[in-house]
Every structure is written in C-alpha cells, then in structure tokens.
C-alpha cells in the first residue's frame, strides 16, 4: 500500500543547530506540504512543492527551508533552530491537476529544541 | 484571504448522543472545505469533503457534514457518538489552485462514558 512517511518521530535538538526532518512518499504524487501543529493555531502551512526542483513559502517560511530532487522526497531544513520552532511537524502530499484533491498525512515528527 | 473558525476549542458529550462540531469559512470564491481527524500521536485522516453538488456530504464514521453557502458554514454530525470518536477535528479549506489548505484551530472531543 502508497503510504506517507516521516523520520524521526521525535527529535531533541539544541538551540543553534541545523536539522533536517524527512518526508517520503510512495504514491507518486507532485504535491507535496510541510506544516507545523501547536496548540492555538491549527496546522499552519510552512512551504510545499508541486513537482520536482519546484519549492514554495507558505504561511511561517522563516527559518526552514525545502528541496525537491525527485518526486518520492520533499526534506524539511531548520537552518538555525530556535525554541519558538517547538512544534509538532506534519508532512503531506495530493494528487495534482484540475481541481482540488484530498491531502495524506504522514503521522508526525515532535520537534523540541531546548 | 481565506481563514476558517472552529468556535469551540473543546466539546464533551456523553456515548450516544448526538454530536454537531462548528465550522465557519471566509473565502471569496467557491469553497472545497474538508473535515479531518486526529487521533492522539497521530496523522489527521479525511472524514470527508464538499466540492460541489448536494450539500449534505456523507463520510466515514458515520459522520456527515452540511454546506451553506448562506451562513458560510460547514458543520459536522454525528447522530450516535462512539466513545472511539474522541480525537481533535480538523475544519480545512483549499484554495481553487494548488491545493493548498488553510485549516481551522480545531475542535477537541471527549467523549463520557
């Protein structure tokens, strides 16, 4: 079955160090989404891609970055982290074309950066 | 741009009884509005979805949701609450192009025994 992963599951970082969250997919999507959860605010949209070398900012861009190689893969980056990036980090991808399709989640990463 | 409003942060309701979770949506053109689910340490998982057409959308779970356009709601049910319901809920809405989602601050269930 096409599924949606994501590793770690949980992370402890310190304040200043780079890290990176993966993403992977296996039903060949274009689309593809970060967000980060935390209480108060829902799921905020922190940059998505619609196909290969395609990236784009979403709603809290600041500090993360993303790249796209291939189709399987969209990497979330924290160039420098901060507490304030504490979070729970959801990726997801849709099918793309006309019209608007369903997004799958992947089950989460638990940032903490202490 | 658009935004949606869950007005209750959390709601209790006994095994059985009927459940009714609020959802406002503010968008300028024709909504695609979703509802999700997240169980605790979870993903969210889609309920179910309005793009067009009837307006009483039916999903899994037994859960069903209505449209009005006149009141710029999307309001999910559920006629008999199984104490499996409890989770958070998710309203969404997604842009005409893209697919992108603008989510609300969701909705957490208990759900008493």
């Known amino acids: 079955d096409a599924e949606i992963t994501q590793s770690p599951r949980h992370k402890i970082t310190e304040t200043g160090r780079q890290v990176t969250l993966a993403c992977h997919q296996t039903w060949n999507h274009n689309n593809m989404f970060w967000y980060r959860q935390d209480l108060g605010h829902g799921l905020r949209l922190i940059h998505y891609?619609?196909?290969?070398?395609?990236?784009n900012k979403g709603e809290v861009s600041d500090g993360y970055s993303v790249s796209r190689s291939n189709t399987e893969d969209l990497p979330l980056t924290l160039e420098s982290a901060a507490s304030s990036q504490t979070s729970v980090y959801f990726c997801a991808s849709s099918e793309s074309g006309l019209g608007v399709f369903e997004q799958y989640f992947g089950p989460g990463t638990r940032l903490t950066v202490t | 741009a658009q935004s949606v409003t869950q007005p209750d942060i959390h709601i209790t309701v006994s095994e059985g009884a009927s459940l009714e979770l609020r959802c406002n949506y503010s968008?300028?053109?024709?909504?695609?509005l979703f509802w999700y689910v997240q169980s605790p340490g979870q993903g969210l998982q889609l309920l179910l979805k309005y793009f067009s057409g009837d307006t009483l959308v039916q999903g899994i779970k037994g859960f069903e949701a209505e449209f009005k356009r006149s009141q710029s709601s999307f309001n999910l049910r559920k006629p008999s609450v199984h104490w499996s319901d409890a989770a958070e809920y998710f309203c969404?809405?997604?842009?005409?192009?893209?697919?992108?989602?603008?989510f609300g601050t969701g909705t957490q269930l208990k759900v008493e025994l």
């Open positions: 968008y300028g053109a024709t909504p695609y």
């Open positions: 891609s619609y196909g290969v070398q395609d990236t």
């Open positions: 969404a809405v997604a842009t005409g192009g893209g697919n992108k989602l603008t």
